[in-house]
């Protein structure tokens, strides 16, 4: 009874230990992706980081193009899931449109390298990177569309697609981020004030966003 205890803890150990390894495989490999692009990084600064020997790393994840596919699938399911899941309920639009700004631009202050990095990745490898995409992301449009054309029946908004709505909200979100170093340099807004701003466009760009779908309705 006694070794078979022993052994179950020696099991439950080494399983921790393993988990505990990829844990810090993957902290280190998002900090290196984030900074320099899948082309960019080399798996032995990503050991480094890690604090492990290359062959471990090599151990857990056969190649660098394995390793980035793992990291962008999480980036993926951990932010955008739960803001598409919102888009997909059956919320009244324009609180979706409420939700959606401050939770998107919530998530960009936690993570501002974000955008830049999926934009550059997506850019340098589309194909494969939007299989994963498409495989993370189930945007309903139909019920978006739907919720759209009810208000525009309504005389509440004006006709507009889905997909303009995203890429309009999408836009004033993401913009700041990536301008951030240069509104920095022209304007000399130090951190302080850009998270300002950043908490001013959370209501901001809802604002913006249902009063020019109901422009001109009344």
């Known amino acids: 009874m006694r070794k078979l205890t022993n052994w179950l803890i020696s099991k ?7 988990t505990d390894t990829e844990q810090k495989i993957l902290n280190a490999a998002k900090l290196v ?6 082309a960019g990084a080399r798996m032995q600064e990503i050991a480094d980081k890690a604090g492990i020997n290359k062959a471990l790393l090599h151990y857990y994840f056969r190649s660098k193009e394995k390793l980035f596919r793992k990291i962008f699938e999480e980036i993926v399911q951990k932010f955008l899931t739960p803001i598409i899941s919102e888009m997909n309920s059956e919320k009244p639009l324009e609180v979706k449109i409420w939700t959606f700004a401050e939770s998107y631009m919530n998530m960009l202050t936690a993570n501002p390298h974000i955008p830049l990095f999926m934009m550059h990745e997506l850019h340098s490898n589309p194909k494969a990177l939007q299989e994963i995409a498409h495989k993370n992301i189930s945007l309903n449009g139909a019920l978006l569309q739907k919720q759209i054309n009810e208000e525009v029946a309504k005389g509440n908004f004006k006709p507009i697609s889905f997909l303009e709505l995203i890429v309009n909200m999408l836009s004033l979100s993401v913009f700041p981020f990536v301008a951030k170093p240069m509104l920095k340099a022209v304007f000399g807004i130090p951190d302080e004030k850009f998270n300002q701003l950043i908490e001013q466009r959370k209501i901001a760009i809802p604002k913006l966003i249902i009063a020019g779908l109901k422009a001109d309705c009344n």
């Open 12 to 18: 439950i150990t080494k399983m921790e230990k393993a």
């Open 33 to 38: 992706f984030q900074e320099k692009g899948m």
